[in-house]
Nanobody, 124 residues
C-alpha cells in the first residue's frame, strides 16, 4: 500500500494557476499509475487526470484538457498536476490516487490508494 500526501492547494483568482504535488512513500512508486480526482461540495467525486507508470500515456477529463497537465518525477516519488486558466467550477478538494487496479482510469473503484486531499478554491 502506497501512502500519498498532497500539497499545493489554495485560493486563486479565475484565470490563475496552481501546481498540486503528490508525494508517495515506498520504493515502488515508479511502477504505479497515478491520478487525480476531485470532489466539489454537494457533488460526486470525479476523475480529473491520470498518468501511466512510465509516463507514456496521460488521460484527462474533457473539461480540463488544454488547461491541466499531469506529470511525474519518479526520482522524487512525486506526481504533479499543473492547473492553468482556472475557473470557479474547478473549485473542489483534489485527491491524489495511485495503483490502478483495472483498465478504466475514470472509475473510483479502480484505484487502490487515496490521499487525504487538498483544497483548491477559485474565486470569480
Amino acid at each position: 500500500q502506497v501512502q500519498l500526501v498532497e500539497s499545493g492547494g489554495g485560493l486563486v483568482q479565475a484565470g490563475g494557476s496552481l501546481r498540486l504535488s503528490c508525494a508517495a512513500s515506498g520504493r515502488t512508486f515508479s511502477s504505479y499509475d497515478m491520478g487525480w480526482f476531485r470532489q466539489a461540495p454537494g457533488k460526486e467525486r470525479e476523475f480529473v487526470a491520470a498518468i501511466r507508470w512510465s509516463g507514456s500515456n496521460t488521460y484527462y477529463k474533457d473539461s480540463v484538457k488544454g488547461r491541466f497537465t499531469i506529470s511525474r518525477d519518479n526520482a522524487k516519488n512525486t506526481a504533479y498536476l499543473q492547473m492553468n486558466s482556472l475557473k470557479p467550477e474547478d473549485t473542489a478538494i483534489y485527491v491524489c490516487v495511485a495503483n490502478l487496479l483495472g483498465t478504466a482510469v475514470g472509475s473510483t473503484t479502480n484505484w487502490g490508494s487515496w490521499g487525504q486531499g487538498t483544497q483548491v478554491t477559485v474565486s470569480s
